[in-house]
């Protein structure tokens, strides 16, 4: 696996906080305690938080990790007009899905 460049991604995104942690217990609850636009990475999770309580360990060097905020915001989908369905940690294996924008 390539080495994560935060370095890189900081300067890319001078905007955007982006709190970074080689180990942490869920990028979710990190993130629940930040502002809209800011990101959590992290290369491994102890106690990743997902859909329904279900909680999960993201082995280190296995993945990327990440936690964006987002201004609430219930017409989010139809502005966008994309149709994606991506894969938690709590599903079963399948590849993420985006089909590009709608009309």
Request: proline share 9%; glycine share 8%.
């Amino acid at each position: 696996m390539t080495p994560l460049d935060i370095g890189g991604l900081r300067r890319e995104f001078p905007d955007r906080r982006i709190d970074y942690y080689a180990s942490i217990d869920s990028t979710m609850r990190v993130a629940a305690a930040l502002e809209p636009r800011e990101v959590v990475l992290a290369e491994e999770q102890t106690a990743g938080m997902g859909r329904h309580g279900h909680t999960w360990h993201s082995e280190a060097g296995s993945g990327i990790y990440c936690s964006l905020v987002v201004k609430p915001a219930p017409v989010l989908t139809l502005a966008l007009g994309w149709r994606c369905r991506m894969r938690s940690p709590n599903q079963p294996a399948s590849p993420a899905i985006c089909a590009g924008p709608t009309t």
